[in-house]
């Protein structure tokens, strides 16, 4: 593997060094002797998709690791969120936060029902509930929240406020996967809530997600729109989709199931490392995570202080982007800037000051097990030089598009 070497802004004096361009969203891949043998048996059993052995006992496994009575596998979180946004009748407004990753909203859109941007709590970066009763309408059915970071969202909030207006409750925990709330496993809270098992996410079955739920009428449903809805043979009780998990995805699952530990361990010792590398510089900030919970500690956001901090946020992203790291801008600028909502909703700008500030300053850096403490330290000597020489780095810079 190529050396790269910090002197493409001729800044560093090309004397930090990895071992290769450092990516966002690497993927952990556990075992591979054990996938490949896990393929084969699935060649051998000639069985695919529809819900073969291996999606199965994928199933039942993370049953029992969230503690939850229903796991319905599916192909991914977005097509997940859809389903479940039928199965619950949501229809006109759903109220979600811009500050999530834009599937969330389209999820909603994709089916004819208007998100409802809401504005967040900086302090953890999640619906903030005391915005949400201005905007509930006539017309609204349901809240999405989503666990940004994998930390939990209001829930609590949250539920109170969907039992005072009978709306229905769900969760976007595509990030959450391994995490807690008040010491109960994510995946039990509201009336279902979604992860993603996508390539990019700390636990990943290649492409993926399960639904979860503990009501047993709403679980029959799902199940039975994510496969056609069908319900036995030839017997379709109600519009469906094709939403399934394949063999090979959950055979990924359950193999990486098997190093979730190591994944989470590597994940909480790359995050400590950032801690300590980035602790002394001026203006920037890690968020934290609540250290009585369970955490998947995937998410390394930075938070640039324009104030306090020489350079921006969009500069210190370009100069990493220079220096072969490629840090990701998670999530800018907003969903309600994004199309469609910026055309059809321009007005959902007035409401999200927090937001519209957050997707400004927010930085997310490399890490999982395709990233070493080495690797760690090199990144933070980026920053903190580019953040000591500011001035003349600044001047260096393209101006950031
Ligand atoms: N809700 C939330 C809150 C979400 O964050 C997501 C997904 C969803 C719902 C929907 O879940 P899924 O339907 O995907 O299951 C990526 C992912 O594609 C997306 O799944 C994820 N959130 C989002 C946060 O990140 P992009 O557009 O940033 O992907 P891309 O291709 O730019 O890749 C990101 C980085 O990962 C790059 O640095 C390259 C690296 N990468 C990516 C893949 C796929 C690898 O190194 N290897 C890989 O195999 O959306």
Redesign the pocket.
Known sequence: MNKTKINDLAIFGGDISFQESL?????NIGNRDQLISSINKILDNRWLTNNGPFVQELEQRIREFLHVKHCIPVC??????EILARALEWQGEVIVPSF??V??AHALQWLGIKPVFCDIDPQTQNLDPTCIEELITSQTTGILG?H?WGRPSAIKELQQLANKYKLKLAF?A??AFGCSFQGSMIGCFGEAEVF??????FYNSF???VITTNNDELAAKIRSMTNFGFQGYDNVVSLGSNAKMMEVAAAMGLINLDSLDQFIETNLHNYNTYREELADIRGLQLISYDYQEKNNYQYIILEIDSEKSILTRDQINDILHAESV?S?R?FFPGCHLMEPYRTLYPDSNIHLNQTNKLTTIVLSLPNGTAVNAADIRAICQIIRLAITNGDEVARRLIPHK
């Open positions: 990516h966002v969203g690497r993927p991914n979180a977005t097509i997940g969120l999530t990753f599937a969330t989503v940004v976007d595509a990030h993603s098992f996508h390539a990019t996410k492409e993926g997600g490629l990701r998670y």
